[in-house]
C-alpha cells in the first residue's frame, strides 16, 4: 500500500501549525480509509524551498511519513529563472492522491504548482495566509488628533488622505497591506 500526498507552500509562508493539522488530517483520511496502513506507507512529496516547504518536510518526518523531495539545484537556478515553475511540473508529474496549497499574499511559485495540481485533477486542498493586517481606525483617529502622523511621515499619509493610492476609499474593517514598492500602505486587494 502506498498514499502521495504533494505539497506546496510560499517561501513566506508563517504557521506551521495550518500545516501539521492539514497533513495530519490527510494521513488520517489515508489511513482511515485503508488507502495506507501506517504513516510509513505515505509518501509526502515537497519542493524543499526555505520557508513552508521545509516546514512541511519537518512536520511529515515527525509523523514518519516518506519523503520525496524535489529541489532546485544552484545549476539549475543558473540555467533557467524558471527552475522553481520547472520544478513544480515535475512534482505534479510524479503523481499524488491529493495535493496540499499553502500560499501567503498569492506567491507566484506555490499558485502555480497549485494550479498545475488542479489542472492535472488531484484532489486539492488549498489553505491562504496574507500579510494584511485590520486598520484600527479608533487608534488612527487618535493617532492624527495628537498630529502624530507628520512624525510619521509619507508612509502613513495615505492612511489620513481618506484614499489608497489605488484610488478607492478606505472604509471600516478594510485589510491594508505595507507596499514595499510605493513605500506607503495601499488595500490588501491591491496587492498583486
Same mark, same amino acid.
Given at each position: 500500500?502506498?498514499?502521495?500526498?504533494?505539497? &506546496?507552500?510560499?517561501?513566506?509562508?508563517?504557521?506551521? $501549525?495550518?500545516?501539521?493539522?492539514?497533513?495530519?488530517?490527510?494521513?488520517?483520511?489515508?489511513?482511515?480509509?485503508?488507502?495506507?496502513?501506517?504513516?510509513?506507507?505515505?509518501?509526502?512529496? $515537497?519542493?524543499?524551498?526555505?520557508?513552508?516547504?521545509?516546514?512541511? /518536510?519537518?512536520?511529515?518526518?515527525?509523523?514518519? !511519513?516518506?519523503?520525496?523531495?524535489?529541489? $532546485?539545484?544552484?545549476?539549475?537556478?543558473?540555467?533557467?529563472?524558471?527552475?522553481? #515553475?520547472?520544478?513544480?511540473?515535475?512534482?505534479?508529474?510524479?503523481?499524488?492522491?491529493?495535493?496540499?496549497?499553502?500560499?501567503?499574499?498569492?506567491?507566484?511559485?506555490?499558485?502555480?504548482?497549485?494550479?498545475?495540481?488542479?489542472?492535472?485533477?488531484?484532489?486539492?486542498?488549498?489553505?491562504? /495566509? &496574507?500579510?494584511?493586517?485590520?486598520?484600527?481606525?479608533?487608534?488612527?483617529? /487618535?493617532?492624527?488628533?495628537?498630529?502624530?502622523?507628520?512624525?510619521?511621515?509619507?508612509? #502613513? /499619509?495615505?492612511?489620513?488622505?481618506?484614499? !489608497?493610492? !489605488?484610488?478607492?476609499?478606505?472604509?471600516?474593517?478594510?485589510?491594508?497591506?505595507?507596499?514595499?514598492?510605493?513605500?506607503?500602505?495601499?488595500?490588501?486587494?491591491?496587492?498583486?
Amino acid at each position: 500500500m502506498s498514499y502521495r500526498i504533494g505539497v &506546496t507552500a510560499s517561501r513566506e509562508w508563517k504557521d506551521p $501549525v495550518t500545516i501539521a493539522i492539514s497533513l495530519a488530517s490527510a494521513v488520517g483520511i489515508a489511513i482511515g480509509s485503508g488507502q495506507a496502513a501506517v504513516t510509513e506507507d505515505i509518501t509526502v512529496i $515537497v519542493g524543499r524551498a526555505r520557508g513552508g516547504d521545509r516546514m512541511a /518536510e519537518d512536520i511529515a518526518v515527525r509523523m514518519g !511519513c516518506r519523503i520525496e523531495p524535489y529541489p $532546485v539545484t544552484a545549476e539549475e537556478w543558473k540555467r533557467s529563472r524558471s527552475a522553481g #515553475f520547472d520544478r513544480n511540473s515535475r512534482m505534479v508529474a510524479s503523481g499524488a492522491d491529493t495535493w496540499l496549497a499553502f500560499i501567503r499574499d498569492h506567491s507566484a511559485g506555490a499558485t502555480d504548482c497549485r494550479d498545475k495540481a488542479a489542472a492535472a485533477g488531484m484532489a486539492l486542498c488549498e489553505y491562504t /495566509e &496574507t500579510s494584511a493586517v485590520m486598520i484600527d481606525w479608533e487608534l488612527c483617529d /487618535e493617532i492624527a488628533a495628537m498630529g502624530l502622523d507628520r512624525d510619521y511621515g509619507p508612509p #502613513f /499619509e495615505a492612511l489620513y488622505s481618506g484614499r !489608497c493610492p !489605488c484610488g478607492g476609499p478606505w472604509e471600516p474593517g478594510d485589510q491594508i497591506a505595507w507596499s514595499a514598492d510605493d513605500d506607503q500602505f495601499i488595500h490588501a486587494s491591491c496587492v498583486s
